[in-house]
């Protein structure tokens, strides 16, 4: 069984930062890919930014150049810098990571996360 805990979030100012953690524990395999995802009221879920086994990130157009995915492998844990946060980033946020274990995908989400950009 796969645990996972998502901190962090609240409520910023435009403006602002915050900083998200996401920490997976228990039956975990060979990591192949850690991610965040958002959800805003009325919409749905959408990508906001990947990192992959070896390293490499991806971002969401909305999201390129203020926010920063990382991740440390040692600890299972990984992590979205928020900068320069905007009311559009209101959502929900969740953590989701895949693995490979014996042979066999996994497929992990957070609890979520409410994150809100407001004045």
Same mark, same amino acid.
């Given at each position: 069984?796969?645990? =996972? *805990?998502?901190?962090?979030?609240?409520?910023?100012?435009? &403006? !602002?930062?915050?900083?998200?953690?996401?920490?997976?524990?228990?039956?975990?395999?060979?990591?192949?890919? =850690?991610?965040? $995802?958002?959800?805003?009221?009325?919409?749905?879920?959408?990508?906001?930014?990947?990192?992959?086994?070896?390293?490499?990130?991806? +971002?969401?157009?909305? *999201?390129? !150049?203020?926010?920063?995915?990382?991740?440390?492998?040692?600890?299972?844990?990984? $992590?979205?810098? =928020?900068? %320069?946060?905007?009311?559009?980033?209101?959502?929900? +946020? $969740?953590?989701?990571?895949?693995?490979?274990? =014996? &042979?066999?995908?996994?497929? $992990?989400?957070?609890?979520?996360?409410? *994150?809100?950009?407001? %004045?």
């Amino acid at each position: 069984q796969v645990h =996972m *805990v998502q901190s962090g979030g609240g409520l910023v100012q435009p &403006g !602002g930062s915050l900083r998200l953690s996401c920490a997976a524990s228990g039956d975990i395999g060979h990591i192949s890919r =850690m991610a965040w $995802y958002r959800q805003a009221p009325g919409k749905q879920r959408e990508s906001v930014a990947i990192i992959s086994g070896g390293g490499t990130t991806n +971002y969401a157009d909305s *999201v390129k !150049g203020r926010f920063t995915i990382s991740k440390d492998n040692a600890k299972n844990t990984v $992590y979205l810098q =928020m900068n %320069s946060l905007k009311p559009e980033d209101t959502a929900v +946020y $969740y953590c989701n990571v895949q693995d490979v274990s =014996m &042979g066999v995908r996994g497929d $992990y989400w957070g609890q979520g996360t409410q *994150v809100t950009v407001s %004045s």
